[in-house]
């Protein structure tokens, strides 16, 4: 029997990775005495974005750093005199998004890799899977002359509607953080940086830039700040990018309690911070709070910060720890080591590990009568838009720029399958014609409007359903930067969809045939109305480029699908604890959102409050099923606590099982939700009746809660029951450990206060 370690001990030992080495730091102090305050203020403020008309930062010289990526989303300026090179900064987080193109030139492309979305990848679970593929996307940064890359992003879904969920990881902070953390490390073991973002309590898109998000310490600290905060002290990414939004009342950007006393005082956070691109307002308050660098960079903040310090607002001593920072960074770039880049990274090999992760993260939601993997099965009818257009990741800043993406139809061909051509003709002139009809997007960034669900073919349905073994229904969604969703026809089915939803299932069913659906979307959508009628449901996300091929892979049964929910899917929008404030009021033009809701997110309200969601938190099938068997949980605590689960495959077919650690605290002076999770892990390919032991190591920080009154960290004495399970809701082995004294596990100062009363939701 194997047994293996999962260590979930949340050390506050800084991981340095960042670039506090002495020779770099004499260099550095060396290049700040030599600098004048001028090439400081332009070091600070970045060089500029390539829109027509904008701005730039200094007189673009031939060749110099902005030129060399094409499509990157910035630079910092270069000092030729002192040998102090650029960085290039570019997008993430489903890969790298830089142009394809360069000059027009047609010989040549940089494609990079599209790769599943960030809540696909925390679907996983697994964080050796997400550090290699951070590893591959970190390869095409280095590779492509890129060295910074604006990811990974780790805002938490509040609600299901914020736009950029597909970018973000999960409800749950400690999915999120772990998540970002084997990103980073991934990412960084390639010799460049991330920058993670949007730091924090960005959650929503609706006046991104101005919103005021009134929150509490304790959200802040459990929740928001959380996931930062693992991904910060466990695997020491070299910048954060500070987010748009106010928290209580102050622009994060320029807030020296976020910056400064949690970033740096609390954290030891030892690399640069950059703002959110044109976040912000004020210069020099920025300075001040510890954003270092102001992105992209527009000419006139040089200016202010200049006089700011020739009038004395501005400290020389700020500027110079602001460039200092900068400069230790730099000097750790492949740009300050004159890394020769290829611009050929390896895209085929990243081709696999992009299948290969997106299957891991596919959620098997429902598989009545085992129809699935696919028997006895030859010809498919495939219906729905996206079976022929597979949406492939999300819009705006985080669309990467493909060489090419694989459609359902494609895949399940290549696999055997044979699809109806008739029906593939009438998907593909009907888009081809509605796309024509539709309004162009509002800028280059914004989302393309999506083409509404081709309305049932009733006919050929009733042909198919007769002549085909089985029909599969895609329903697609896409979304992005700018905008959030609407629960009208995007977190609901549009009536098209439900209509196909139920032609396609009263004339399969009638003639003894089976229907599965696949969801090709990049956050959580209604499934409560519709889904006793598909006999199947699979949860493919938006896959990245490879798209069909896994969702093929699964369905075929060459992969056992063993990803699971890492946020909630509600009954109804209205279950969600924040959808009363969200997007914040005034609903239409919003400049505040309160977090009424507190430390009630996801799962932790859904359990405490006892709402029945559609899918819980945690939740998904496999081709196979696990016992849980033999825990071991001591019976008082001591730091740190193991605690041992043995999981079985007791099923048929090879598999794995994503095993969940939830926490049940004492309700003393501070409550708590119902569960907390406090440790996760997924199992090797157990073969059938193959066990495994995972021992779990909880310590002190994992058992605690933050007293907002006494700005600690606190675990509060008396009976914490341990609830090992399948998903938040299935629970199969319970023990229960004492702490006789209350812990104060740690002190830190106060932060971030909220200028108003919150009324919190309370149990
Ligand atoms: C986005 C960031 C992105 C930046 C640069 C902003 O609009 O919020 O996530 O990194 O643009 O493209």
Not at 7 to 15: G, I, N
Not at 97 to 113: G, H, L, W
Not at 268 to 292: I, S
Not at 737 to 757: C, D, M, Q, Y
């Amino acid at each position: 029997m194997k047994k293996i370690f999962f260590l979930f001990c949340f050390l506050m030992l800084p991981v340095l990775l960042t670039a506090q080495t002495t020779d770099f730091k004499s260099l550095s102090d060396e290049w700040i005495s030599q600098l004048t305050l001028e090439e400081k203020a332009k070091l600070v403020v970045g060089m500029g974005m390539r829109f027509p008309g904008m701005p730039r930062n200094d007189a673009p010289v031939v060749g110099q750093v902005t030129d060399k990526v094409a499509g990157a989303a910035g630079s910092t300026f270069a000092v030729p005199h002192l040998s102090i090179p650029g960085m290039v900064v570019a997008d993430g987080p489903a890969g790298l998004r830089i142009s394809p193109v360069r000059n027009q030139d047609s010989t040549k492309f940089y494609y990079a890799t599209a790769f599943p979305i960030a809540t696909q990848l925390a679907s996983t679970w697994d964080t050796t899977l997400v550090k290699a593929a951070g590893k591959a996307i970190g390869t095409e940064v280095l590779e492509y002359g890129v060295d910074i890359i604006l990811m990974p992003a780790l805002n938490l879904h509040r609600n299901p509607l914020c736009g950029r969920n597909f970018e973000y990881y999960s409800e749950d902070p400690l999915v999120s953080g772990w998540m970002a953390a084997a990103m980073i490390k991934g990412l960084q073991s390639n010799g460049i940086g991330t920058s993670i973002k949007h730091f924090a309590a960005n959650n929503q898109e609706t006046n991104r830039n101005s919103i005021d998000t009134i929150v509490s310490e304790r959200a802040l600290r459990e929740l928001y700040l959380r996931s930062f905060e693992i991904a910060v002290t466990q695997a020491g990414p070299w910048t954060v990018m500070s987010s748009y939004n106010k928290i209580n009342g102050l622009y994060a950007s320029e807030s020296h309690d976020l910056l400064t006393k949690v970033l740096r005082d609390d954290w030891h956070f030892k690399g640069f911070v950059m703002t959110d691109w044109f976040g912000g307002k004020d210069p020099v308050a920025q300075m001040k709070a510890g954003n270092d660098l102001l992105m992209p960079g527009r000419p006139e903040q040089t200016s202010a910060i200049v006089k700011a310090v020739n009038d004395g607002t501005l400290p020389l001593e700020v500027l110079d720890t602001n460039v200092k920072r900068i400069l230790d960074v730099l000097l750790q770039t492949p740009a300050a080591k004159n890394y020769k880049y290829s611009d050929n990274p390896d895209l085929k090999a990243h081709a696999q590990i992009a299948r290969t992760t997106a299957a891991e993260g596919m959620v098997l939601l429902k598989n009545q009568d085992t129809v699935l993997p696919f028997k006895d099965v030859k010809n498919i009818a495939l219906f729905g838009n996206s079976s022929y257009e597979f949406v492939t990741g999300g819009t705006g800043s985080g669309d990467v720029n493909e060489a090419y993406s694989i459609p359902l139809e494609k895949a399940l061909g290549e696999a055997g399958y044979v699809l109806d051509d008739s029906l593939k003709k009438t998907y593909t002139i009907y888009m081809r014609e509605t796309k024509a009809k539709l309004p162009k997007p509002r800028n280059f960034f914004a989302p393309r409007p999506p083409v509404p669900q081709m309305p049932p073919p009733i006919e050929q349905i009733g042909k198919l359903s007769k002549s085909a073994d089985i029909a599969l229904i895609t329903i697609g969604r896409n979304s992005g930067e700018f905008a959030d969703r609407k629960p009208e026809n995007d977190f609901n089915l549009e009536d098209a969809e439900q209509q196909l939803i139920d032609a396609v299932s009263a004339a399969f069913h009638k003639t003894g045939r089976k229907v599965v659906v696949v969801l090709n979307i990049g956050g959580v959508i209604e499934t409560a109305s519709w889904r006793d009628k598909a006999d199947a449901i699979l949860l493919a996300w938006q896959p990245g480029q490879e798209g069909g091929y896994p969702v093929s892979d699964i369905l075929t049964g060459a992969v056992n699908p063993s990803g699971k929910l890492a946020s909630t899917f509600p009954v109804d929008y209205k279950d969600t604890p924040s959808a009363k404030n969200f997007p914040g009021s005034p609903p239409d033009k919003p400049d505040s959102v309160i977090y009424e809701e507190g430390i009630y997110v996801g799962y932790r309200y859904f359990t405490t409050f006892d709402v029945k969601p559609a899918f819980e938190f945690g939740f998904g099938l496999s081709y196979t099923r696990f016992t849980y068997s033999d825990p071991v949980i001591p019976e008082t605590y001591s730091d740190p606590l193991p605690v041992k689960i043995t999981i079985t495959n007791s099923g048929t077919t090879p598999g794995k099982e994503i095993v969940q650690l939830y926490l049940s605290a004492p309700d003393g002076k501070l409550e708590k939700p119902a569960v907390e999770l406090r440790a996760f892990a997924k199992t090797k390919l157990l073969q059938p009746g193959e066990s495994q032991v995972i021992t779990f190591i909880l310590c002190q920080r994992d058992i605690a809660s933050f007293d907002t009154q006494r700005t600690a960290w606190i675990a509060e004495k008396g009976k914490y029951r341990v609830k090992i399970g399948a998903s938040s809701l299935d629970i199969r082995q319970e023990g229960k450990f004492r702490l006789p004294k209350e812990l104060i596990v740690e002190e830190l100062t106060k932060s971030l206060s909220p200028r108003v009363a919150i009324y919190e939701l309370k149990k």
